[in-house]
T-cell receptor, first 109, second 117 residues
Framework: GQNIDQPTEMTATEGAIVQINCTYQ??????LFWYQQHAGEAPTFLSY??LDGLEEKGRFSSFLSRSKGYSYLLLKELQMKDSASYLC??????????WGAGTKLIIKP | GAGVSQSPRYKVAKRGQDVALRCDPI?????LFWYQQALGQGPEFLTY????????KSGLPSDRFFAERPEGSVSTLKIQRTQKEDSAVYLC???????????????FGPGTRLTVL
């Protein structure tokens, strides 16, 4: 079966760094997305990885290891507005997005 | 338009009623997706359109769910004889390319929150 696993909830302090992990098992693989979703709002795109390695975009970075079926999202210099759910989604061989349940990130002052 | 829009934003239906949810994708976007998102869960794929063609409807949970995109732009998701378990947020997303294009970001609408009483 197809499966995406990520922690349900994480807590971090304003100004700190947090890493949100995601493991995936899909029928084929055509890339991995990270989306941010604030409560009651639509998911918004953060990053896309299809090759192994780290992609950096400002305060956010995303890493992929295809051989391990593993990705992480790294958030630096955390701000209160980063409090949201972070969704990991993998593209399977049919180019269907398989989504994780999301990681709720709570930022404390 | 500037982004994906959906209407209504909120819909309350009595069990057994039919509902129609509308999605206006970003102008010119080829691909359109419908997802169902239960509270505290990630989106679950329902169906995919490439222009007016419905290429994948494998995620539709039952034959009570029907989607169309007759002119390749606006799409409607219809749910017949709604049941309590249909209560969820229905998200629409569009993208400029086809799923097999590299780096094919999906842009999401705000969703329609459906509550079936």
């Amino acid at each position: 079966g197809q499966n995406i696993d990520q922690p349900t909830e994480m807590t971090a302090t304003e100004g700190a760094i947090v890493q949100i992990n995601c493991t995936y098992q899909t029928s084929g693989f055509n890339g991995l997305f990270w989306y941010q979703q604030h409560a009651g709002e639509a998911p918004t795109f953060l990053s896309y990885n299809v090759l192994d390695g780290l992609e950096e975009k400002g305060r956010f970075s995303s890493f992929l290891s295809r051989s391990k079926g593993y990705s992480y999202l790294l958030l630096k210099e955390l701000q209160m507005k980063d409090s949201a759910s972070y969704l990991c989604a993998a593209w399977d061989s049919n180019y269907q997005l398989i989504w994780g349940a999301g990681t709720k990130l709570i930022i404390k002052p | 338009g500037a982004g994906v829009s959906q209407s209504p934003r909120y819909k309350v239906a009595k069990r057994g009623q039919d509902v129609a949810l509308r999605c206006d994708p970003i102008s010119g976007h080829v691909s359109l997706f419908w997802y169902q998102q239960a509270l505290g869960q990630g989106p679950e794929f329902l169906t995919y359109f490439q222009n007016e063609a419905q290429l994948d409807k494998s995620g539709l949970p039952s034959d009570r769910f029907f989607a169309e995109r007759p002119e390749g732009s606006v799409s409607t998701l219809k749910i017949q004889r709604t049941q309590k378990e249909d209560s969820a947020v229905y998200l629409c997303a569009s993208s400029s390319g086809t799923p097999s294009d590299p780096y094919n970001e999906q842009f999401f609408g705000p969703g329609t929150r459906l509550t079936v009483l």
